[in-house]
């Protein structure tokens, strides 16, 4: 199975912009990259997802590098609410699970 | 819309003993995927179940088995509890045809002593 690796923790101060790294060097051309991120006693929860260009959505925007090796969350103003593990996955378009890592866990310093 | 409710919230088990886990999936979603979370670490992929059969399976001994429901709720069971189970049990729905966005409940905590 790919893998990806990501840092164990960051740290940003509120309102500032966040961007939180993920290498996977052996996606495959089917393998989409999703981020899901889990807030304290709860499950997690979809933040985005990409193939090869970069996306945006109301939570964050996906940075994609050209060759798939590697991807980029952007929080573009983080509060405190944003205080989380995120995780990257890849997930084949044809699989029916998730491999989750461990995950980096982001502190929002006010 | 009503989201993804598990129950219960928590468990005290002996080891040896066996445990069922509940879980309701949202509404319109009628593919299910269970996951076990160890403390300080991501959740693991169990198995997940897709218009009531087993529609793929992770890294998880046969004691660990499940069912869906024609409603598409869905039970995870383990046989012969170990102290190692002890874990935050996490359900997920969605849609197959969307197949994108897992929805999480918010686990069932099992603790086996």
């Known amino acids: 199975d790919a893998k990806t690796t990501q840092p164990n923790s960051m740290e940003s101060n509120e309102e500032e912009p966040v961007h939180l790294p993920c290498n996977h060097s052996?996606?495959?051309?089917?393998?989409?990259i999703h981020w899901y991120r889990q807030l304290p006693s709860q499950g997690p929860e979809y933040v985005i997802h990409?193939?090869?260009s970069n996306v945006n959505n109301r939570m964050a925007s996906l940075a994609i590098a050209e060759d798939r090796k590697s991807s980029t969350l952007i929080l573009h103003r983080a509060t405190l609410r944003d205080a989380a593990v995120y995780y990257c996955i890849l997930r084949d378009v044809r699989g029916n699970d998730m491999r989750f890592g461990a995950g980096t866990r982001l502190t929002v310093k006010p | 819309e009503t989201g993804v409710t598990q129950s219960p919230t928590h468990l005290i088990k002996t080891r040896g003993q066996q445990v069922t886990l509940r879980c309701s999936s949202q509404?319109?979603?009628?593919?299910v995927s269970w996951y076990q979370q160890a403390l300080g670490q991501g959740p693991q992929f169990i198995f997940q179940?897709?218009?009531?059969?087993?529609?793929g399976r992770g890294n998880f001994p046969p004691r660990f088995s499940g069912l869906q429901f024609p409603n598409y709720s869905s039970e995870l069971n383990v046989n012969a509890l170990e102290l190692d189970d002890s874990a935050l049990y996490l359900c997920?729905?969605?849609?197959?045809?969307?197949?994108?966005?897992?929805?999480f409940g918010p686990g069932t905590r099992l603790t086996v002593l």
């Open positions: 509404s319109g979603h009628n593919t």
């Open positions: 997920a729905s969605s849609s197959q045809l969307a197949g994108v966005e897992q929805f």
């Open positions: 179940y897709y218009r009531e059969e087993e529609n």
């Open positions: 990409g193939l090869t």
């Open positions: 052996t996606i495959s051309g089917t393998d989409y």
